[in-house]
């Protein structure tokens, strides 16, 4: 198994562009999360799904867009670049949610916005 | 989510057990207590979990205390590769403090 996946390692964006960070799980996991990591920071909550179809918001959802429609795939949506959205991103799957299962996590996506 | 506080550093020299606090005051009774680390450059990973009693693994050891509200987690023979941020994350592991940046000295 993969693991968690993510694309691209690196990206560097103009101030108003947009792109999309991609993650993908082949574990069959319900549950997916977006992370944010600010240098010296512990992680943020972005995003996190349930199941396909299903999305909610974490602590940070601002400036940032989800879907959720297969079970492998969950990417996340920056519209309009800022550059308080420079940050490493981190994508995580788990089985369940709550309080008993562990998250796996990909190796993350360094994003620079200038 | 509860909150945790944990140090922001600590030092272990090689070969000898380290002991990483977390303080959870504000667990709810049926959270699980999960510890993860990160290694430099890396996603964080999943160390060890537990609910009340004192849990082992290949990697390390978790003490919980009576009352819950706080937790231990041994690394019972530092290496260099032990070298990490570790965090404790009770709850749905939603929330991750700065944690603690283990230094291991050969």
């Known amino acids: 198994n993969a693991g968690v996946t993510q694309t691209p390692k690196f990206r560097i964006l103009k101030i108003g562009q947009s792109m999309t960070l991609q993650c993908a799980q082949d574990?069959?996991?319900?549950?997916m999360y977006w992370y944010r990591q600010d240098p010296g920071m512990g992680l943020k909550l972005i995003y996190y799904s349930v199941g396909a179809g299903i999305t909610d918001k974490g602590e940070v959802p601002n400036g940032y867009n989800v879907s959720r429609s297969t079970t492998e795939d969950f990417p996340l949506r920056l519209e309009l670049a800022a550059p308080s959205q420079t940050s490493v991103y981190f994508c995580?799957?788990?089985?369940?949610?709550?309080?008993?299962?562990?998250?796996?996590f990909g190796p993350g996506t360094r994003l620079t916005v200038l | 989510d509860a909150k945790t506080t944990q140090p922001n550093s600590m030092e272990s020299n090689e070969e000898e057990p380290v002991h990483l606090p977390c303080n959870h005051s504000?667990?709810?009774?049926?959270?699980?207590i999960h510890w993860y680390r990160q290694l430099p450059s890396q996603g964080p990973e999943y160390v060890i979990h537990?609910?009340?009693s004192n849990v082992n693994n290949r990697m390390a050891s978790l003490a919980i205390a009576e009352d819950r509200k706080s937790s231990t987690l041994i690394l019972h023979r530092a290496t260099l590769r032990d070298a990490a941020v570790y965090y404790c994350?009770?709850?749905?592991?939603?929330?991750f403090g700065t944690g603690t940046s283990l230094t291991v000295i050969p």
């Open positions: 504000t667990i709810s009774g049926t959270d699980y």
């Open positions: 537990g609910l009340t």
């Open positions: 574990m069959n996991h319900n549950y």
């Open positions: 995580a799957s788990s089985y369940g949610t709550g309080s008993y299962n562990e998250q796996f």
């Open positions: 994350s009770p709850g749905n592991q939603f929330y």
